[in-house]
């Protein structure tokens, strides 16, 4: 994508049309393009010019790029299908540098002329740099664009220490960023209170709080005197009151200006911005203008909301509809993960005013609502955000607020009387034209026609009306419509890994890898957990993650095991628990059995009974006696079967070859040999796995997590099968000749699941989530994934809890001694 673009030819047999130039291939340029086209897709020949060598993207999105949580594919909004889909000539990397007015053209920095019948200015606005000593030194950076992005992940991979000039919204998202990416950053703001234009002092302060307990150094009421150079780069930031601070890399993220230069240049009504009236056209009616480049009735705008709205007036003046545009209130969310704050409208009190607010330290929210003539004027809401999108549908309406005036600070809920508890009736009581997702200026009305429409999931709402496609905060909003519109017929889509993270399973696994992260509270303070010490749902998948990416280098962490992991034993109703010895394959001996019967006199155990996975249960054990249990078995060289754990369960035989007339195979041996191979790996859920002797199926090895068949020619491997609640019938994998090639596939497979599936996912929903084609893929498509994959499944049970078996496995294995050199390059590869 960072390549210059190809030049789309326009279609020479077409019907004339207007020529539409657009200078800007950014936001507010693409988006009045695709407001036009949704209203009249024969009227204008479109050509686009953009100073960047890429297609247009979602610029606010930028700082989930630098946080590491997006690439940049993720934040394309159009790709180059859609230029060409649409006749439009994209001319990438070649910016404007002089318009004619008398002759209608304009004239690009390669010499290119284009000519015009209508303008559109979409130059966006330019970055202030402050003017101090220093600010042209090597590693001084602004933010504004993935130019911007790849010098500070740059300058991030060096490490070392970041200081971020400015503690407004930019500014925070930068510093975050930088701090996840590992550089020690400092925030320097001029005003006494983070942002100020947003935030009161109450909710500035709070953020403040927040932001340090995170690691950074925030300091207010600082003017900065110098940048400090060494060597022609940046080494530090002086203040005016002497306090100096380290830094590899300065990011001035002061304020914008309206980018007005080559409007100025052309003669156009320029003051802040380029003047417009309220069809988006300036001086010249052939030229319009939109974005934040314009000023509209004297003011100008630096958020995306007002944009959308812009571009809306602007397609339907071109195509002859002029409804006009009006102003607009604008709202603040911060895009760091883990902070919630919200903020709109004029929140500055004065006279008429009246502030209510509502404090709770212990929750860290706060709550302020600005009232004035009996209509709310402004709110700012920290820790809980819930009712932001409430609040500001009445703020634009200025509806009259007397009948809930008590109850305003408390949220829709009760002011509704207390009716509208359930969420989804909350966004079922908003109006229409009340705006659900900010970022690309998409209301109520248009989520619910997108889902009439036939977009039933999340994805399929992202995809064809944008709303929640960018910083993801609208997504319950969105999943609210989504409910109520289509009952349950909602495709559900990717979520989060708890209630305490905005990551899914699947950030969490990739970050943990790429950030090195090797413990549990090193996990919750990097990706910013919202609770202290996280959950019962989150812990045990967080040190499931750890344990499967960093064998040998992550210690179990058992109180972040469910108490049957922690006892080995299945708790029961009564209160006693069940231990299940390992009986490899299903075989068993005299030594064995006499183990087992004395423990059950010696304890007094009311039942043993006989598991579908060939194994005696032992029922009635007191929990105080468990620990004397386990010794007494391991005394006779019995081991745990795991029947409580998310880990291999049992390995199902039958007698396969050695007793049975029909048996093609040595079934029994193939299992006993698997067993001793897998057991006591730890994995996203239990494993069970089974060998049967012949296609008869004995041991029911296609109803299993990984099922052998055994035929005349050798062995078939099954995945993915299910025999509980939902039953679920294996997938083929493949079929192999030896025991050998039926091991080491079994370990690939096994691999392949343990560091892909989610948390609590069995193999079936993991297969029918990814796909057969996706798992053969992983497996076979690299004829030596096997092989690696096998290799690092048993290095990693080198290190799995009280295996007796791990050193000798160690010794003996030749491969798994070739492939330790290379298993940690080759693990974080996979993951």
């Known amino acids: 994508m960072n390549a210059p673009a190809t030049l789309m030819e326009k279609d020479q047999t077409a019907p004339v049309k207007e020529r539409l130039v657009v ?45 590491g949580e997006k690439a940049f594919e993720d934040i394309i909004i159009n790709g180059e299908d859609w230029y060409a889909d649409n006749g439009i000539t994209l001319v990438s990397g070649d910016p404007v540098v002089s318009i004619d007015r008398e002759t209608q053209t304009v004239v690009a920095k390669s010499g290119r002329v284009e000519p015009y019948d209508r303008l559109l200015i979409a130059t966006g606005s330019d970055p ?45 998202e930068a510093a975050h960023g930088l701090s996840l990416r590992g550089m020690k950053v400092t925030v320097v703001h001029l005003m006494p209170t983070l942002m100020e234009r947003q935030l009161d002092e109450a909710a500035g302060y709070l953020l403040k709080t927040e932001l340090e307990r995170r690691g950074q150094t925030i300091v207010t009421g600082a003017d900065t005197a110098e940048i400090i150079g060494r060597d022609g780069h940046v080494a530090g930031v002086r203040l005016k009151d002497g306090r100096e601070f380290a830094a590899d890399i300065v990011v001035m993220a002061v304020g914008i200006r309206p980018a007005t230069g080559l409007a100025k240049a052309a003669g156009l009504a320029v003051e802040r911005g380029v003047v417009v009236d309220d069809h988006m056209v300036t001086s010249d009616p052939a030229i319009m203008a939109v974005g934040e480049c314009v000023q509209h009735r004297g003011a100008c705008y630096g958020l995306v909301a007002p944009l ?34 919200f903020s709109a409208g004029d929140f500055s009190g004065g006279d008429g005013a009246e502030d209510i607010v509502m404090r709770d330290a212990a929750r860290g929210l706060y709550k302020r609502v600005v009232v004035r003539d009996n209509k709310l004027v402004g709110a700012v809401l920290y820790g809980d955000t819930a009712d932001g ?152 998948a967080l040190n499931y993650y750890l344990l499967c990416a960093w064998p040998g280098e992550y210690e179990d962490d058992q109180k972040s095991r469910f108490v049957n992991e922690r006892l080995h034993a299945n708790i ?82 039958c007698v396969g070859s050695e007793w049975c007339r029909f048996g093609t195979q040595d079934s029994t041996g193939l299992g006993v040999k ?13 494993f069970k796995i089974a060998v049967s002797g012949c296609p008869r199926n004995c041991a029911e090895a296609t109803i299993k997590d990984f099922g052998v068949v055994c035929v005349d020619s050798g062995y078939e491997l099954h995945v993915g099968g299910n025999g509980g609640i939902k039953v679920r019938a ?30 609590l996912e069995r193999t079936a929903p993991w297969i029918e989530r990814v796909g057969l084609d996706h798992v053969k893929a992983g497996l076979f498509d690299d004829p030596d994934s096997v092989r690696r ?28 001694h070739q492939h330790l050199a290379e298993v940690r390059p080759l693990q974080l590869e996979a993951l």
Not at 517 to 538: F, N, R, Y
Not at 589 to 603: F, T
Request: proline share 4%.
């Open 730 to 759: 294996t997938d083929l994998l493949c079929k192999v000749a030896t025991e050998a090639e039926a091991m080491d596939v079994c370990a690939a497979f096994i691999q392949l699941y343990r560091e892909q599936a989610h948390y």
């Open 572 to 653: 029961q109703k009564d209160g006693t628990y069940s231990v299940v010895p390992r009986m490899w394959g299903g075989l068993t001996n005299p030594r064995e059995l006499r183990a087992i019967a004395d423990v059950v006199e010696k304890y007094n155990a009311p039942m043993v009974k006989v598991t579908g996975g060939q194994r005696l249960d032992i029922f009635g054990i007191r929990k105080e006696d468990l620990p004397a249990v386990w010794a007494d078995l391991n005394a006779a060289g019995m081991v745990s079967g795991h029947a409580y754990g998310k880990s291999l369960r049992t390995v199902k035989t």
């Open 23 to 67: 200078i800007g291939n950014g936001m507010a340029g693409c988006r009045a393009v695709e407001e036009i086209l949704a209203r009249d897709p024969a009227r204008f020949d479109v050509t686009i010019f953009g100073a960047e060598p890429r297609v247009n993207y979602n610029r606010i999105m930028l700082s989930p790029v630098l946080a």
């Open 389 to 540: 999108n409430w609040y500001f549908d009445l703020l634009k309406k200025g509806e009259d607020i007397s009948d809930i005036r008590e109850a305003l600070i408390f949220g829709q809920a009760f002011a509704s009387g207390g009716a509208l508890l359930d969420p989804n009736a909350a966004v079922a009581a908003l109006s229409d034209d009340a705006e659900i997702c900010g970022c690309n200026g998409v209301s109520k009305g248009k989520v619910i026609e997108t889902i009439n429409a036939g977009a039933c999931s999340l994805d399929a709402v992202r995809s064809t009306c944008k709303a929640s496609a960018s910083c993801g905060s609208c997504t319950g909003l969105v999943e609210s419509l989504l409910a109520l519109t289509l009952g349950g017929e909602v495709q559900s889509g990717p979520k989060t890994l708890c209630k305490c993270t905005s990551f899914s399973h699947d950030d969490v696994r990739r970050l943990i890898v790429d950030k090195s992260l090797k413990a549990i509270p090193q996990v919750m303070q990097e990706l910013h957990w919202t609770t202290p010490d996280g959950c019962s749902s989150c812990r045990p």
């Open 789 to 816: 994959l096998a290799a690092r499944f048993r290095y990693s049970q080198t290190f799995c809890q009280d295996d007796p078996w791990a050193e000798r496995v160690a010794g003996k294995d030749a491969d798994l």
């Open 674 to 686: 698997l067993e001793r191979m897998t057991w006591g790996s730890w994995m996203p859920h239990k």
């Open 128 to 172: 202030f740099i402050i003017p101090v000593p220093g600010k042209d030194l090597a590693g001084v950076v602004t933010f504004r664009d993935l130019d911007d992005v790849d010098k500070m992940l740059s300058a991030a991979e060096k490490g070392g220490c970041a200081v971020v000039i400015g503690g407004g919204l930019l500014g925070l």
């Open 308 to 341: 959308w709205d812009m571009c809306r007036a602007l397609a339907d003046a071109a195509c002859s509809d002029p409804s006009g545009y009006e102003g607009s209130v604008t709202s603040t969310k911060l895009k760091v993960s883990g902070i919630d704050l």
